[in-house]
């Protein structure tokens, strides 16, 4: 029996879930993933399932669509008990799942993708039936697409678009949509919830996976919260906020909203001017002019591919730019590589913690010391110390100072990289100014609530922060000011509470700022 819970707004009187988990367990070895969880969805709902990382979402909808069996528990559609050993007897009961990570043929067409391991196509495909069905659908669900188009030529946002034509094109009625916003603009993310809604008015039951708090609030008719597995809490949005649904999630109140800088001071502690990098043919970098002053934090938003990695290793000194000068504290560091920007009082915090940021294979306490200035003799006793503290102060798990970074989760290794960088803040010989890149991806809220206040620390002591990240919400809680990159250029900038949300995102998506209705 499905739980019993008031029905959605789609539902008729008395019409059962269309799809419910029923007291569903699953264990891995080492590892309880679901504990005894119930959860539906009715026809004409979005029912979000919200957690943080390792909370047991993702083996909750890998079980709804037939990719895991559970344990213990069962799986009911339209209120009856099934069986699902796959993803395609998943489909056989109208259940599809559009992952994070699409799983398309670059060389094939949109149509010819669509049909791609469908059973029930014949052997000969009647390709002009097939495109005329595929535009129609797309056409029917706000989901504009080409079927000739080759899906290498398409944006991010047209490959989602595909991803969710082939579920409706095989019958889905229940979609299960796995963090379907992560690399999307907010131009592509508003157009998604459009069509998002046009599908529950046709009846269509949708689980959206998420952890992006604003986005559940308004997408969502109900949500479950999970944590460690289990259910912590379900309500409906019109119910709740954004302040109790964390709080649902990591178990204490969370803050949350924007911070802004209090002693923004005049001098510039980090620059780049007429910045370039060119990497054969490729102009990655164009042009770029940043300043950001002690104080401050300046954050470069943008959708990935943009620039930004390149940008980011060449004011670090880590490659040298074909053309500008980058300054740190007034030293002009261009060329002179990684130390003399270290030298000069920058501290570097890369998008890759393990490879870039940290060495997988050595201790916490040897990692403490790769950018430590290093004579005959290595005092490991000093670093083995601070990175004791560091545990301490920055809530690290782990068991002891000697763990390889390895085998560290991601919020932990993030910690440890944030505690090495931000050492001796404040004093003389400190970080004057920062650059973090990605600071919070896949960080659990708690862990990335954590990571912020780090960062609005160093601003608040006098640093100059520089954030790089492709995560809107994130830039724009903690950034007084805002540039956005596009191929590698400034699109649009300015202080970041007189900048539109709308004007940031056509930014992003490369429409001038003059252009924008």
């Not at 010819?112 to 059973?119: F, I, M, T």
């Not at 689980?207 to 944590?227: C, N, P, Q, W, Y």
């Not at 100059?464 to 809680?477: M, N, P, T």
């Amino acid at each position: 029996m499905s739980p019993a819970v008031e029905a959605g707004p789609g539902a008729s009187p008395g019409q059962p879930a269309a799809i419910a988990a029923v007291n569903v367990t699953k264990r891995f070895p080492g590892v309880l993933a679901t504990d005894a969880v119930d959860f539906c969805v009715w026809p004409g709902e979005v029912h979000t399932i919200l957690g943080e990382n390792g909370a047991g979402k993702s083996t909750l909808a890998a079980m709804l669509c037939g990719l895991y069996r559970p344990d213990e528990g069962h799986i009911e559609r339209d209120g009856k008990q099934v069986r699902l050993r796959s993803p395609r007897d998943g489909l056989a009961y109208g259940i599809g799942m559009v992952h994070q990570h699409f799983r398309l043929v670059d060389r094939f067409t949109v149509a010819e993708n669509v049909v791609l391991g469908d059973p029930h196509q014949a052997r000969i495909l009647d390709r002009r039936a097939i495109e005329e069905r595929v535009a129609e659908i797309g056409e029917q669900f706000g989901l504009p697409i080409d079927p000739r188009a080759v899906i290498s030529q398409l944006t991010v946002g047209q490959r989602q678009r595909v991803e969710i034509v082939k579920m409706l094109y095989r019958g889905a009625d229940v979609l299960l949509l796995d963090e379907p916003t992560a690399v999307l603009t907010p131009p592509e993310v508003e157009a998604l919830f459009t069509t998002v809604h046009s599908m529950t008015a046709e009846g269509k039951a949708i689980v959206f996976i998420s952890h992006k708090l604003g986005e559940v609030m308004a997408v969502s008719d109900r949500v479950t919260v999970m944590r460690a597995g289990a259910v912590t809490g379900e309500v409906a949005t019109a119910d709740t906020n954004q302040r109790h649904l964390a709080e649902l999630m990591v178990g204490h109140p969370v803050e949350i909203g924007t911070r802004r800088g209090s002693n923004i001071r005049a001098d510039v502690a980090l620059s780049a001017t007429g910045v370039t990098v060119i990497d054969g043919d490729q102009t990655l970098v164009d042009n770029i002019d940043i300043e950001v002053h002690r104080g401050e934090i300046v954050g470069i938003a943008g959708v990935s591919g943009n620039g930004q990695r390149p940008l980011a290793r060449a004011l670090a000194g880590v490659i040298t730019p074909t053309s500008g000068h980058v300054t740190v504290a007034g030293a002009d560091v261009t060329g002179k590589g990684p130390k003399a920007a270290r030298r000069a009082g920058l501290s570097f915090v890369p998008e890759d913690r393990l490879g870039t940021g940290l060495v997988p294979g050595l201790s916490l306490t040897d990692n403490m010391l790769l950018t430590r200035p290093r004579g005959f003799i290595v005092d490991r006793r000093s670093a083995r110390a601070e990175i004791a503290t560091a545990i301490d102060e920055y809530e690290i798990k782990t068991p002891g100072t000697e763990v390889q970074a390895r085998n560290l989760s991601g919020g932990n290794s993030q910690k440890v990289l944030l505690a090495r960088e931000l050492a001796g803040l404040g004093d003389p010989g400190g970080p004057q100014a920062i650059i973090v890149s990605s600071p919070t991806r896949g960080l659990d809220i708690g862990a990335a609530e954590f990571v912020r206040g780090l960062l609005h620390d160093a601003r608040e002591r006098g640093a100059a922060v520089l954030i790089i990240s492709e995560d809107l919400e994130e830039v724009r809680s903690l950034s007084d000011r805002i540039a956005v990159l596009y191929r590698g250029r400034i699109a649009l900038e300015g202080a970041t509470d007189e900048l539109p949300f709308e004007s940031i995102g056509l930014a992003m998506a490369g429409v001038a700022h003059e252009e924008a209705p």
